[in-house]
């Protein structure tokens, strides 16, 4: 008999961690009310206190858990290095050479591939986790969307090849991570990294760098003059650059923007080359 | 003979792949079309894709995440392919389940050592086509019984969405092969004897017809034949073409009464001895029968019912299947069309979700209907988000430096809202600094010039000359009525550039998608002018009605249009938005139907309610 009391008085015990959650005062709120709950049923089973002291003895230690990841949890969780671009840009290629060191032939990503990465010489609790993004369009947002928050460092990959015939598509995403908001309060360091450098008619950082400048002073305009959306809120993105000023990487004060040069695959003779990238994620810890 | 056979994780990843006696052939390409073209774009309900001389065939591991695909000579047609995917599917799971586990970091270490058992699958497949097969008498083995069962309660279900595998492997009549479900395939040679000769095939459906009661079996081979047919032609246009929707009605499920009615022409036509003979076995069945319905019944009070599906969900570590997902989807189906969108749209959208969450695990606290939605709202998204980049300001831009006007074409039916709209773009356009002209190549409703021309005059009140330094920023090109609506448009174009206008708005007659001479006049004005924007103008009160629109009026331009690569819609205008309220499913329709974006929207009567579209919040209202 008293067995089936205490089975009954069980099944509250998950949602109570649960609201748990939410906020330190209702879990306190919800504690007291709890104990009485408890201590009536309890006695109406007839069992001892002892088992109660220790419940109420987990409860405090998961409490002070809760509260210790709300105050120091804030930055030391943002481990991430987003490896974001267009679609082809050789995203998955250099997440493939940064965790294994070697190349692997690829396929359009459909999700996101994700690892950790130990950097040389830093201790084991800064380790990285690398987050390779799938760049094409139609998803490409959803997914910045969903790991935005944890990140520490960006990379955005340009494929240097055929960066002349899309640049306004390179420019247009890249114009939407520099003035995205929440990305904008965390600030996380962004580099932009020249891929492809192997190929015949890739082009170097520098004419990247001045052309990409130009594009996104245009971007700017016309998405500032593009139509609101059909949900009636503004836009709430951040201005890219300075107002009224022509635009220049230089300008962009939120983020420690740098330019760099790899080429991530190596097979067919070509070796690969991403030590600019290694060092450059190396400088985030 | 396949061309290639490769695996590769969601991430992109390949982690094994077989090509044709190891010819370094790069099938790269190809397989990312057929990632970009049906995976991406929700197609997923149907699994074959043609690119060039190649088809090919995926599978999706939804516990793994993993993805199979194989390719072949189209004109090989090869039969054994759909079993053989699944055969691969599950020898590699089960072989490398401890690595797929560990995440990325193995997966990038791990060699998959696949040659040698995919090669021995690859030869026991392929040889079964010439053997002659001898079968196992069906009505001996029990297991019959059960194959042709679940196929009775998949029609009294009104279940179509079985899988073609499915329905081929019972279409073959190869008993053991249902129930093989865990066992490798070098344990069961059996499942391998399979033909690829025609005559073979119908001989033992003929064969097999005969033997039982498995008559509905074969009513069921009848039906898939045209439908596979279908499949075959399929182009993966993004259009989507007026005889793939014909194809696509042959698909619908058969319904309950149809099913039952060619039953029982099928076992009239049965003789006497073979009658005695079903009626044993099937006044056996009858009862296993009703019970399985009744366990299916209950399964599906308890997965939609909220508080005991959290239950399911905290016990069951074991993937979805496609019937416990089934009745979540048929809510959410159910839900889309109440909310407008065209029912056949509603369904092959449930057909992907399924397709992405069949053998998923779910994680500790969701329940079916949960993840369900989840994985549903995500694909809306997915939908409305364009494919390409709709920055049109910027594209002005790029024309006006080249020197030559921007041509944004505007054509649909009647009475949707082109010429208001066309307005409303020119408002924007001029708001924005650009000298727009408005050509009236409505010749044909009586009033449509004058509409315009009290726009013009309007717009040039709003903005005065003194605004743009003493030029008017808006002229209208009108040559009254009756005239050929192609050849206005094309003297527009060439008026504009010499008055150095920036872009140029054609409005054009209002036309039902049946109307084939006035079809034929439209694709003609395209292919003479090749404007940089063709715009469908369908208003989001539209509801299984869009479909058609979109599909007639792609086909029509793309019909009509002796051009090599005929032009078809680039993009989509929404209109009378501010009148749906949340029924807003006719951007999904039409978003779905053409692969295209809707680029604006209509959400009043003056000229500032235009709007760009915001997929979340579309989707949020479709899911409410
Ligand atoms: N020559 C050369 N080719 C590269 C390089 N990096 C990537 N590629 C090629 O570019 C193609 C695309 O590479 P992925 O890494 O799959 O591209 P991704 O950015 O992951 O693309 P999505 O997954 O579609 O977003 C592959 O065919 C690679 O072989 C490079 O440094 N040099
Ligand atoms: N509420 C609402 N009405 C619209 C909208 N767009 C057009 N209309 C109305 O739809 C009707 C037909 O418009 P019209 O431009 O003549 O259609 P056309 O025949 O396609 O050129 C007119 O009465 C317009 O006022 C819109 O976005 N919202
Ligand atoms: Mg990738
Ligand atoms: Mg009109």
Redesign the pocket.
């Known amino acids: 008999m008293p067995n089936m009391r205490v089975k009954q008085l069980l099944p509250p015990k998950p949602f109570e961690i649960f609201h748990m959650e939410r906020s330190c005062c209702e879990v306190r709120l919800e504690m007291s009310s709890s104990i009485e709950y408890y201590n009536q049923l309890m006695k109406d089973a007839g069992v001892d206190g002892g088992v109660f002291a220790v419940l109420i003895g987990l409860f405090i230690v998961f409490c002070t858990a809760v509260l210790w990841r709300f105050i120091t949890g804030s930055s030391s969780n943002r481990n991430g290095v987003l ?1 974001i ?12 050479q940064l965790v294994s060191g070697t190349g692997r ?5 459909l999700k996101e591939n994700e690892a950790s990465y130990a950097v040389e010489g830093a201790k084991r609790s800064e380790s990285l986790t690398l987050l ?5 369009e139609a998803i ?1 947002q959803q997914f910045v969307e969903k790991f935005k928050d944890k990140a520490r460092g960006i990379v955005y ?1 340009v ?1 240097s ?1 055929t960066f002349q015939k899309n640049i306004k598509d390179v420019a247009e995403f890249l114009f939407q991570i520099l003035t995205d908001k929440s990305i904008n309060k965390i600030s996380p360091k962004v580099c932009i990294a020249c ?5 015949l008619m890739a082009k170097s950082k520098k004419v990247i760098q001045l052309q990409l400048e130009k594009e996104l002073n245009t971007v700017r305009k016309t998405q500032s003059a593009a139509l609101s959306s059909t949900s009636g809120s503004g836009d709430d993105n951040v201005y890219l650059g300075i107002k009224g000023e022509e635009f220049q990487f230089s300008h962009v004060k939120k983020f420690k923007l740098e330019f760099l040069e ?4 190596s097979d067919d003779g ?1 070796k ?1 080359n991403i030590d600019e990238v290694k060092s450059w994620i190396s400088s985030l810890v | 003979m396949l061309d290639f056979f490769t695996i590769f994780s969601k991430g ?1 990843l390949v982690l094994w792949c077989y090509t044709f006696q190891g010819v370094k052939t790069n099938f ?1 390409e190809p397989i ?1 079309a057929l990632i970009k073209s049906v995976i991406l774009q929700e197609r997923g309900g149907s699994a074959l894709f043609n690119h060039g001389a190649l088809q090919m065939k995926y599978k999706l591991d939804n516990e793994f995440e993993l993805v199979f695909v194989v390719g072949y000579q189209k004109i090989l047609s090869l039969l054994y392919v759909d079993k053989f995917i699944d055969d691969v599917h599950r020898t590699f799971r089960d072989r490398y389940r401890q690595k797929l586990l560990e995440g990325s970091l193995i997966l990038l270490t791990t060699n998959f050592d696949f040659e040698s058992m995919f090669a021995k699958m690859l030869r026991n497949a392929e040889e079964t086509k010439t053997q002659q097969v001898v079968m196992k008498k069906f009505h001996e083995s029990d297991k019959a019984k059960k194959t042709v069962k679940s196929l009775v309660i998949d029609q009294n279900k009104k279940d179509g969405k079985e899988t073609e595998n499915k329905a081929n492997v019972i279409k073959k009549g190869s008993p053991k092969s249902i129930t093989n479900g865990t066992g490798s395939v070098e344990s069961s040679p059996k499942t391998q004897r399979e033909t690829e000769s025609p005559e073979i095939a119908r001989n033992r459906e003929k064969f097999i017809q005969k033997r039982t009661k498995v008559a509905k079996a074969t009513m069921k081979e009848g039906k898939k034949a045209p439908e596979r047919k279908g499949k075959l032609n399929r182009v993966w246009d993004k259009g989507g073409t007026a005889k793939d929707t014909k194809d696509l009605d042959y698909s619908a499920p058969p319904t309950m009464t149809n099913g039952h009615s060619n039953e029982q022409v099928e076992k009239e036509e049965l003789t006497e001895e073979q009658r005695a003979l079903c009626r044993n076995i099937r006044a056996l069945d009858d009862d296993d029968e009703d019970e399985e319905i009744e366990e299916l019944e209950v399964d599906e009070k308890k997965s939609s019912g909220g508080f005991f599906s959290v239950f399911r969900g905290l016990v069951g570590a074991k993937g979805l299947t496609k019937e416990a997902l089934q009745p979540a989807l048929d809510t959410m189906g159910d839900h889309l069309i109440a909310k407008n969108v065209a029912a056949d749209i509603a369904k092959k959208m449930c057909d992907s979700v399924a397709t992405k969450l069949e053998g998923k695990v779910l994680g500790t606290f969701s329940t079916i209907a949960y993840t369900v939605k989840q994985s549903l709202n995500e694909s809306l998204v997915q939908i409305l988000t364009p494919k390409r980049r709709v920055d049109i300001l910027r594209d002005v831009l790029e024309s006006q430096r080249a020197g030559k006007p921007y041509v944004i074409t505007f054509c649909g039916v009647n009475g949707v809202g082109k010429s208001t709209n066309l307005a409303k773009i020119c408002f924007w356009l001029m708001e924005n600094g650009f000298r727009v002209l408005i050509a009236a190549c409505d010749t044909f409703r009586a009033g449509a010039v004058e509409q315009l021309r009290t726009h013009t005059a309007r717009l040039s009140a709003l903005h005065p000359p003194s605004m743009h330094g003493g030029r008017e920023s808006v002229h209208l090109f009108e040559k009254g009525y009756g005239k050929d609506a192609a050849g206005i448009a094309m003297q527009a174009i060439n008026t504009a550039r010499e008055m150095r206008h920036d872009v140029v708005l054609v409005d054009t007659a209002g036309r039902m998608q049946d109307n084939e001479p006035l079809m034929r006049a439209l694709a003609k004005l395209i292919a003479v002018n090749s404007p940089d924007l063709v715009l469908f103008v369908g208003e989001a009160l539209v509801g299984n009605e869009a479909v058609d629109q979109l599909v007639k009026f792609n086909q029509a331009l793309a019909d009509h249009s002796n051009v090599q690569n005929p032009r078809t819609i680039d993009g989509i205008v929404l209109t009378k938005f501010d009148t749906i309220d949340d029924k807003v499913g006719a951007a999904i329709s039409m978003t779905y139907t053409t692969g295209q974006p809707i680029v604006f929207v209509g959400t009043g009567q003056s000229y500032p309610d235009l709007r760009s579209l915001n997929a979340k919040a579309v989707v949020n209202a479709l899911l409410k």
């Open positions: 490896l671009g267009l679609s082809d840009a050789g995203k998955t290629n250099l997440f493939s032939s690829t396929q359009t990503s390779d993004l799938p760049g094409h490409r990959i494929d090849e891929n492809k450098q192997d190929k790899c080429n991530a695959k070509a690969s | 992109g790269s990312n």
